[in-house]
Protein backbone atom coordinates (compact mmCIF):
# COMPACT_ATOMS: atom_id res chain seq x y z
CA UNK A 1 0.00 0.00 0.00
CA UNK A 2 2.62 2.27 0.82
CA UNK A 3 4.27 2.52 -2.61
CA UNK A 4 1.01 3.06 -4.06
CA UNK A 5 0.50 6.00 -1.61
CA UNK A 6 3.67 7.53 -1.80
CA UNK A 7 3.66 7.55 -6.01
CA UNK A 8 0.03 9.24 -5.49
CA UNK A 9 1.37 11.70 -3.21
CA UNK A 10 4.48 12.61 -5.14
CA UNK A 11 2.43 12.63 -8.52
CA UNK A 12 0.38 14.93 -6.79
CA UNK A 13 2.90 17.03 -5.67
CA UNK A 14 4.44 18.08 -9.24
CA UNK A 15 1.50 19.82 -10.18
CA UNK A 16 1.81 22.22 -8.00
CA UNK A 17 5.24 23.30 -9.66
CA UNK A 18 2.74 25.18 -11.57
CA UNK A 19 1.47 27.04 -8.78
CA UNK A 20 3.77 27.60 -6.45
CA UNK A 21 7.19 26.27 -6.24
CA UNK A 22 7.47 26.13 -3.03
CA UNK A 23 4.52 23.54 -2.55
CA UNK A 24 6.13 20.95 -3.97
CA UNK A 25 8.69 20.36 -1.61
CA UNK A 26 5.48 20.64 1.37
CA UNK A 27 2.93 18.63 -0.37
CA UNK A 28 5.95 16.03 -0.80
CA UNK A 29 6.97 16.25 3.12
CA UNK A 30 3.36 15.76 4.48
CA UNK A 31 3.10 12.73 1.83
CA UNK A 32 6.07 11.47 3.79
CA UNK A 33 5.14 11.47 6.81
CA UNK A 34 1.92 10.68 6.28
CA UNK A 35 2.85 7.08 5.16
CA UNK A 36 5.52 6.93 7.85
CA UNK A 37 2.13 7.53 10.48
CA UNK A 38 0.14 5.06 8.56
CA UNK A 39 2.60 2.12 8.73
CA UNK A 40 4.01 3.11 11.98
CA UNK A 41 0.57 2.81 13.46
CA UNK A 42 0.77 -1.02 13.20
CA UNK A 43 4.21 -0.70 15.65
CA UNK A 44 2.72 0.65 18.35
CA UNK A 45 1.45 -1.04 21.61
CA UNK A 46 -1.60 0.44 22.05
CA UNK A 47 -2.56 -0.79 25.68
CA UNK A 48 1.01 -1.15 26.86
CA UNK A 49 2.07 0.59 30.17
CA UNK A 50 5.67 0.13 29.40
CA UNK A 51 7.89 3.51 28.94
CA UNK A 52 9.45 2.58 25.65
CA UNK A 53 6.06 1.95 24.03
CA UNK A 54 4.12 5.75 26.53
CA UNK A 55 7.27 7.26 24.50
CA UNK A 56 6.15 5.76 21.05
CA UNK A 57 2.62 6.74 21.88
CA UNK A 58 3.59 10.31 22.92
CA UNK A 59 5.87 10.69 20.15
CA UNK A 60 3.17 9.59 17.23
CA UNK A 61 0.46 11.47 19.00
CA UNK A 62 2.33 14.55 18.57
CA UNK A 63 3.75 13.70 15.12
CA UNK A 64 0.09 12.87 13.90
CA UNK A 65 -1.34 16.56 15.55
CA UNK A 66 1.60 18.21 13.52
CA UNK A 67 0.79 16.57 10.29
CA UNK A 68 -2.74 17.98 10.89
CA UNK A 69 -1.73 21.22 11.51
CA UNK A 70 0.73 21.11 8.77
CA UNK A 71 -1.64 20.14 6.44
CA UNK A 72 -4.43 22.36 7.58
CA UNK A 73 -1.96 25.43 6.63
CA UNK A 74 -1.23 23.91 3.20
CA UNK A 75 -4.74 23.46 2.70
CA UNK A 76 -5.51 27.42 3.44
CA UNK A 77 -2.73 28.51 1.46
CA UNK A 78 -4.06 26.83 -1.65
CA UNK A 79 -7.19 28.66 -0.30
CA UNK A 80 -5.18 31.70 -0.80
CA UNK A 81 -3.81 30.99 -4.24
CA UNK A 82 -7.30 29.73 -5.59
CA UNK A 83 -8.61 33.11 -4.51
CA UNK A 84 -5.81 35.04 -6.31
CA UNK A 85 -5.92 32.47 -9.74
CA UNK A 86 -8.42 30.61 -9.36
CA UNK A 87 -7.53 27.09 -11.28
CA UNK A 88 -10.10 24.86 -9.39
CA UNK A 89 -13.10 24.07 -11.13
CA UNK A 90 -16.64 24.11 -9.61
CA UNK A 91 -16.92 20.79 -8.68
CA UNK A 92 -13.08 20.80 -6.94
CA UNK A 93 -13.79 24.36 -5.00
CA UNK A 94 -16.88 22.41 -3.52
CA UNK A 95 -14.68 19.57 -2.34
CA UNK A 96 -12.27 21.71 -1.24
CA UNK A 97 -14.74 24.40 1.09
CA UNK A 98 -15.51 21.01 2.55
CA UNK A 99 -11.95 20.04 3.29
CA UNK A 100 -11.15 23.20 4.69
CA UNK A 101 -13.90 23.05 6.93
CA UNK A 102 -13.28 19.85 7.93
CA UNK A 103 -9.50 20.58 8.89
CA UNK A 104 -10.55 24.34 10.38
CA UNK A 105 -12.83 22.09 12.92
CA UNK A 106 -10.14 20.03 14.09
CA UNK A 107 -7.12 22.38 14.07
CA UNK A 108 -8.32 25.38 15.83
CA UNK A 109 -8.69 22.74 19.24
CA UNK A 110 -5.41 21.52 18.39
CA UNK A 111 -3.60 24.37 18.31
CA UNK A 112 -5.44 27.11 20.81
CA UNK A 113 -8.37 27.29 23.17
CA UNK A 114 -9.89 30.02 20.93
CA UNK A 115 -12.75 30.02 17.86
CA UNK A 116 -10.86 31.69 14.30
CA UNK A 117 -11.75 34.99 13.38
CA UNK A 118 -12.61 37.81 15.06
CA UNK A 119 -14.21 36.38 18.49
CA UNK A 120 -11.74 35.10 20.48
CA UNK A 121 -13.73 33.30 22.78
CA UNK A 122 -11.87 31.03 25.23
CA UNK A 123 -12.59 27.50 25.13
CA UNK A 124 -14.78 27.06 22.45
CA UNK A 125 -13.74 23.61 21.44
CA UNK A 126 -11.53 21.32 23.12
CA UNK A 127 -9.73 18.11 21.60
CA UNK A 128 -8.88 14.94 23.35
CA UNK A 129 -6.79 12.66 21.37
CA UNK A 130 -7.28 8.76 21.25
CA UNK A 131 -6.20 5.23 20.14
CA UNK A 132 -8.54 3.04 17.73
CA UNK A 133 -6.97 -0.23 17.03
CA UNK A 134 -8.67 -0.05 13.51
CA UNK A 135 -8.70 3.83 12.42
CA UNK A 136 -5.67 4.82 14.41
CA UNK A 137 -5.00 8.14 16.16
CA UNK A 138 -8.06 10.25 16.54
CA UNK A 139 -8.85 13.07 18.17
CA UNK A 140 -12.77 13.95 19.45
CA UNK A 141 -13.84 17.72 19.40
CA UNK A 142 -15.74 18.49 22.07
CA UNK A 143 -17.62 22.51 21.26
CA UNK A 144 -20.60 23.94 23.07
CA UNK A 145 -23.75 23.68 20.89
CA UNK A 146 -26.81 25.39 21.74
CA UNK A 147 -28.00 23.64 24.68
CA UNK A 148 -25.44 20.87 24.55
CA UNK A 149 -21.98 19.66 24.72
CA UNK A 150 -20.98 18.47 20.87
CA UNK A 151 -18.60 15.43 19.92
CA UNK A 152 -17.10 15.33 16.33
CA UNK A 153 -14.83 12.79 15.95
CA UNK A 154 -11.81 12.90 13.39
CA UNK A 155 -9.38 10.33 12.20
CA UNK A 156 -5.82 11.31 11.42
CA UNK A 157 -5.63 8.84 8.52
CA UNK A 158 -8.94 9.96 7.56
CA UNK A 159 -7.63 13.49 6.76
CA UNK A 160 -4.68 12.14 5.19
CA UNK A 161 -6.76 10.36 2.83
CA UNK A 162 -9.00 13.40 2.16
CA UNK A 163 -6.51 15.52 1.75
CA UNK A 164 -4.52 13.10 -0.82
CA UNK A 165 -8.28 12.87 -2.56
CA UNK A 166 -8.34 16.12 -3.09
CA UNK A 167 -4.37 16.90 -4.11
CA UNK A 168 -4.79 14.75 -7.03
CA UNK A 169 -8.57 16.10 -8.00
CA UNK A 170 -6.62 19.61 -7.98
CA UNK A 171 -3.77 18.38 -9.90
CA UNK A 172 -6.34 17.45 -12.93
CA UNK A 173 -7.89 20.26 -12.44
CA UNK A 174 -3.85 22.04 -12.74
CA UNK A 175 -3.29 20.66 -15.96
CA UNK A 176 -6.34 21.99 -17.42
CA UNK A 177 -6.07 25.14 -16.84
CA UNK A 178 -4.08 27.86 -18.68
CA UNK A 179 -0.68 28.64 -17.43
Excluded: C
Aim: proline letters at 1%.
Amino acid sequence: MEKTRQSEWMNSSFAFMNIEMLLLGEVQALGELDIELVDEFHKIKINSRLEEDLRKKRRYLLLSKLWVLGAYELVRFLNDINKKRNFLEDGSKTKFKEILTTFSKIRVPLAKFQKAGKDKTLYNSVADSFFDSDKGVGWKIYSHGKNKLEKEIFYRNDLGDLLLDLLKEMKKDIEKSPQ
